[in-house]
C-alpha cells in the first residue's frame, strides 16, 4: 500500500518561493500519475496540478503561471513549487497518487502559512 | 471547467438513520468519472466511491455511490458514530480536475 510523505518548511515570506517534497513508499513511482492538491484552513480542496512518470504535467489554470512540479525517479520523490506566494496560498499541502483516471490516494498534508 | 455542487452543505442526522448528498456537475461527467471523499478534522480526506459507484478497499458497503450525466450521489444507508465528516465530491473527466463544496454530515 502507497504511502505518501511531505516535507519542507511550514513558513514561507510573501514574494518566496513554496517548495515541498514528496517521499513515496511502497509503490515505485514510474508506475502511476502523481499530484498535488491544496486546502486554505477551513475551506475546500484545490487541485495544483499532477506529473507522470514521464515527467509530463498538467496544472490548474488559475496557479500555472507560479507552478512547478517534478519528479526524481532515483529517491522514488516528486516535488511542487509555488512562486510569488501570497498570504492567500497559506494551505495544507497534500501529495496524493493519482488512481485510474484521476481520483487520488492522499498523503497526511503539511500546513504552509504565509507570512512575515 | 467542471463547477461542482453539493446540497445540503449541512446534513443534521442521528446514528442509525440514512443519509443522502448530492453533487451536481454543471456539465455533464461523461464516463461517470465522479469519486467521493470522506474528510474528518484534521485528517486527510479518505477516498471513499470512485468511477461513481465503486467502492475503494476498505470501505464497507453501507457507503453507496450513484448517478449519471450531472447528477450524482452518495449513500450512507445506516450512519454509524464514525461517518459524521465532511464529505466532497470529485470530478475527473476534464482538467482542470474539480472538487465541490463539501456537505458536512452531523449528529
Known amino acids: 500500500q502507497v504511502q505518501l510523505q511531505e516535507s519542507g518548511p511550514g513558513l514561507v515570506k510573501p514574494s518566496e518561493t513554496l517548495s515541498l517534497t514528496c517521499n513515496v513508499s511502497g509503490d515505485s513511482i514510474s508506475s502511476f500519475y502523481w499530484s498535488w492538491i491544496r486546502q486554505p484552513p477551513g475551506k475546500g480542496l484545490e487541485f495544483i496540478g499532477f506529473?507522470?512518470?514521464?515527467?509530463?504535467?498538467n496544472y490548474n489554470p488559475s496557479l500555472y503561471s507560479r507552478v512547478t512540479i517534478s519528479i526524481d525517479m532515483s529517491k522514488n520523490q516528486f516535488s511542487l513549487k509555488l512562486r510569488s506566494v501570497t498570504a492567500a496560498d497559506t494551505a495544507v499541502y497534500y501529495c496524493?497518487?493519482?488512481?485510474?483516471?484521476?481520483?487520488?490516494?492522499w498523503g497526511q498534508g503539511t500546513l504552509v502559512t504565509v507570512s512575515s | 471547467e467542471i463547477v461542482l455542487a453539493q446540497s445540503p452543505g449541512t446534513l443534521s442526522l442521528s446514528p442509525g438513520e440514512r443519509a443522502t448528498l448530492s453533487c451536481r456537475a454543471s456539465q455533464s461527467v461523461k464516463t461517470n468519472y465522479l469519486a467521493w471523499y470522506q474528510q474528518k478534522p484534521g485528517q486527510a480526506p479518505r477516498l471513499l466511491i470512485y468511477?461513481?459507484?465503486r467502492r475503494a478497499a476498505g470501505i464497507p458497503d453501507r457507503f453507496s455511490g450513484s448517478g449519471s450525466g450531472t447528477d450524482f450521489t452518495l449513500t450512507i444507508s445506516r450512519l454509524e458514530p464514525g461517518d459524521f465528516a465532511v464529505y466532497y465530491c470529485?470530478?475527473?473527466?476534464?482538467?482542470?480536475?474539480?472538487f465541490g463544496g463539501g456537505t458536512r454530515v452531523e449528529i
Open positions: 468511477d461513481t459507484s
Open positions: 470529485q470530478q475527473y473527466v476534464s482538467s482542470p480536475l474539480t
Open positions: 496524493t497518487r493519482v488512481g485510474g483516471s484521476g481520483y487520488f490516494y
Open positions: 506529473i507522470s512518470y514521464t515527467g509530463s504535467t
